[in-house]
């Protein structure tokens, strides 16, 4: 592993009166899975969406690769998300009109990539993440398991070098939660990106190799994982 | 961006906008189809709104020539050396059509031509329009040919004099001297081309036109902004999942860009090829009381280009203006933000809106009659109240939930309060449509009564099949001061000898059933009553025996009087009353005879045969040429026709409008149901109870449409009152309030708005079914 590739800097956020982040300083490395955890309004998500440039701190820094990004404009941070993060999200991230071959071929059509490549680079993923045979279904007539590892195959599509996982098992049951994990940590190590894992799970959390705890809107705690 | 390279990654973004805009299958289909359909009937309604102006105008254009006088205001350019022509304009009726009469004589080798004519028919000849042409020879001479004198159709009178297709028209020609010394002929030097005249009517038909047209227009902008904000929540779902994966506002904007102008162009052309099918049809409607020609709703190259780009882009422009929310997070619905209030400074709009409207009234009333008045800003603030209840709109729905609330101590009522409270846009975008439906029917049914009432009363004491016809015109210098009135007429009337034999050939006609002459008195012999007189002319007496006029049905007498004297110049206005004239000694009928024929009244059996050809025996005998012989039928047809048919066609626009704002009521409440499917259903897991439910459902649509339905009737009558005042007293309107098939109709109208609600239940139950809870 080598230096921090994304950091908060003193991060504070609030909604509406209602403070989420206080001061938050959070450093990761590169190539590494972090796991944030905490109790439920602790502020662990914000942290998290701060990090991956979808919240703008109110006062705070968010670097990442050594260069600012909290002060990017919406395209900036845009561009970001579609060509160096990646995102598996609980719910609501996949598009219910598309099917799983558009789904993770998405970003590279938002970048413009050519349709044949695009979906030739898409198909590449389905046998990986054991979604043979799915690719004409919509997310509406998959498992819930089935609709995560879609939702991993289109973060990784493009071979990002951060993923940012939101309770990505939240929705799933043990077995295929699990599964996941194993997947999604897996093909991240082999692509060397650096994995940011929100969860309350313990067993999430022990797919990752450090973990941090977000109490208050601040990171209190950090402790590797055995 | 520049080069090959940029245009191939412009087009890759442009079909995935395209490809993303129609994902979704069935879902899409029917939004874009409900959406195109909305977009056609507004293309519609706004290409004829473009075309219905200049119509109008071009009524008003080719009618022209009949203000042709020896004082014409705007000439047309004539040939060097024309002839001047004399020329008498009357009027006459067949089975309740107008005909207009021109009696001409060329004053010399090269007359003066009315567009329409090649060459001015010589004596005893005629020139016909092509109906009236069909109508000499389909009917009996003695119902009609006869009363053009026995004249030869040498000619045919073009379209460009006609007003419409079906209009009838003649030119008699006549010797100089048989025309020169008749009441009404003028030496004409030119033939008019100002439409002046009437203008305060054709303003007011302006106005109501411009009012019907953006009252139709409101209600379909009101279903296409239902249909877009169909699965709205499903479409802001999908574009903050696209936000999240990287894609950028612009393409965000982009695709909902391409969804919108896929439905609108889809609609556009839609509504260009409606608006072509039905422009034939279109024409036949009378609008100002006659059909139009089909080439006289033309569209102009500007309008056309301006709609079929216009359309696409403001509802392209309209969908991304829809998308802010989903532009501030990719998080999208999960992280919205706090909906704002409807807050009491939404109701300045529509405040500004009624005091612009009245400002614009009083403006249009100073300056009636003149051919500057000003009643385009009637007709924009009348767009800007519309406007302004729409914007007002959800602050009296959340009104209207708050006082459910606190009135209410049932659980459908709180629920349908707090749902209400929570989104009053959403509450008020289901049910605009038939507010601002009931807002236009309102202004249109506090105008009609008022308008079609307004100009001659008290014609029902005319039996229907009386036929009127006066030999004599009023007093030139009108008395009105009470005194001995001793009538001095400009044409004299029918001698003796001629009303004989006129008299004997009207009792001869089968279905005849009396003739009362009404004769001119002795000079001194009557008096003028006291009192006031507001006719437009001055209390003229004529003299009949009582019992003839008692057949007649004009007047009653006195028991032992044996004549009276009754006003003339009220005889086809109306009116048998009016001022008090009296005899002031008694007139032998053998006197009477002697006297000169001033009227006659012919009583028949309303056959319409029978009717024609006592008009046409009046027509052929009268030798002043003056006005012509009139049935009752008649004078309410001259009276009431331009509004009559304005008032069928509001009839038949009001219809469309319900119509239009029911499908948009239909697909608000089922589209709402659509989207609360998860937050319902978990009420009825909770043990809210399926009447409990319906009640509440019923409650959230019928309670607010009641409501302000109430405030917008409210609105239309004030609207009306002012409408009136502008159209002034040139059209003479005195408020009424709206007929019962009015109130009727508005009961009609929101009883069947509960039940489009009500019929959405099966939906509602079906969704929230307990056998249904499952949400993925």
Known sequence: MTGTVIETRDVVLSFGNTPALRGADLAVRAGEILAVMGPSGSGKSTLLHCLAGILVPDPGEVHFDGRRIDNLGETGRSALRRDRFGFVFQFGQLVPELTVADNIALPLLLDRVGRKEAYRKARGWLGRLELDGLEQRRPGELSGGQAQRVAVARALVIRPEVIFADEPTGSLDSLAGLRVMQLLTGAARSQGATVVLVTHEARVAAYSDREVVVRDGQVTSLAATP | MSGPGARTRWARQVALAARLALAGRRESAARLAITAVGLCLAVVMLLFGAVALPALHAHAARNAWTRTSAHNTAPAPHPAGASPVLWQLSQDHFRGQDITWVNVAALGPRPVLPPGLSRLPGPGQ??????????????????????????????????????????????????????????????????????????????????????????????????????????????????????????????????????????????????????????????????????????????????????????????????????????????????????????????????????????????????????????????????????????????????????????????????????????????????????????????????????????????????????????????????????????????????????????????????????????????????????????????????????????????????????????????????????????????????????????????????????????????????????????????????????????????????????????????????????????????????????????????????????????SVALGLGVAAGLLVAAGSGSNVPWKPPQPPYWLSLGAGLTLAVLIVAATLPLLHRLTALDNARFE
């Open chain 2, 126 to 711: 005629l020139a016909v329009s092509p109906a009236l042409a069909r109508l000499l020879a389909a009917t009996p001479a003695d119902q009609l040919g006869d009363r053009f004198g026995g004249g030869r159709v040498t000619g045919t009178v073009g379209d460009a004099a006609l007003v419409s297709p079906g209009q009838l028209v003649v030119f008699q020609g006549w010797r100089p001297d048989q025309l020169r010394h008749r009441p009404g002929t003028d030496t004409v030097r030119s033939i008019e081309t100002s439409t002046g005249g009437g203008l305060a009517a054709t303003g007011f038909l302006r106005l109501m036109v411009l009012v019907g047209l953006a009252g139709l227009l409101v209600p379909v902008i009101v279903l296409v902004l239902t249909a877009t904000r169909l699965g709205a929540a499903r479409r802001e779902q999908r574009l903050a999942a696209m936000r999240l994966a990287g894609a950028t506002p612009a393409q965000v904007s982009g695709i909902a860009a391409a969804e919108a102008v896929t439905a609108a162009v889809a609609g556009t052309v839609a509504g260009f090829a409606g608006f072509l099918a039905l422009r034939p049809r279109a024409a036949a409607v009378p609008v100002d009381g006659s059909p139009f020609f089909p080439g006289d709703l033309r569209l102009s190259a500007l309008a056309a280009v301006a709609i079929a780009l216009g359309v696409p882009a403001l509802s392209g422009l309209a969908a991304v203006a829809a998308l802010r929310r989903v532009q501030v997070s990719p998080l999208g619905v999960a992280r919205q933000a706090v909906r704002r209030r409807a807050r009491l400074r939404r109701l300045i709009p529509l405040a500004a809106g009624l005091v612009g409207y009245g400002l614009a009234v009083a403006r249009v009333a100073q300056t009636q009659g003149s051919n500057n008045s000003p009643v385009y800003l009637v007709a924009l603030a009348f767009v800007l109240v519309i406007v302004g209840l729409v914007i007002a709109g959800p602050v009296l729905t959340n009104l209207v939930a708050i006082l459910i609330r606190r009135l209410t101590r049932h659980t459908p009522g709180l629920l349908a309060a707090r749902h209400l409270e929570g989104n009053p846009a959403a509450g008020f975008r289901a049910i605009s449509g038939l507010v601002l439906a009931t807002f236009v029917a309102t202004v249109i049914a506090g105008v009609t009564p008022a308008t079609l009432g307004a100009t001659r009363t008290g014609y029902t004491a005319f039996p229907a099949d009386l036929v009127i016809q006066q030999f004599t015109l009023p007093p030139p210098q009108p008395e009105r001061s009470p005194g001995v009135r001793d009538v001095s007429p400009a044409v004299p009337g029918l001698s003796p000898a001629e009303a004989t034999a006129l008299l004997s050939r009207l009792s001869a006609i089968p279905g005849v059933r009396g003739v009362t002459a009404l004769r001119q008195p002795p000079a001194g012999s009557t008096r003028l009553g006291a009192g006031t007189y507001t006719g437009k002319f001055a209390p003229y007496p004529v003299v009949a025996s009582c019992a003839a006029l008692a057949a007649a049905g004009l007047a009653h007498c006195s028991p032992g009087q044996t004549e009276a004297v009754i006003d003339a110049s009220a005889l086809t206005s109306g009116t048998i009353g009016g001022p008090h004239i009296s005899l002031l000694r008694p007139l032998p009928a053998a006197q009477l005879a002697t006297r000169p024929l001033a009227a006659v009244a012919v009583v028949t059996t309303g056959s319409p045969a029978t009717v024609e050809q006592v008009r046409t025996i009046l027509d052929a005998g009268r030798p002043g040429l003056l006005g012509p012989a009139e049935t009752s039928a008649d004078i309410n047809a001259a009276a009431n026709q331009k509004l009559a048919h304005l008032s069928e066609l509001a009839d038949a626009a009001l219809l469309i409008t319900l119509i239009i704002a029911g499908c948009s009521l239909a697909v608000a409440v089922a589209g709402g149901l659509l989207e609360r499917r998860r937050p319902l259903t978990l009420l009825r897991l909770a043990g809210v109870r399926r009447s409990e439910l319906t009640r509440m459902v019923l409650a959230e649509s019928a309670l607010p449409l009641l409501a302000l339905a109430a405030v």
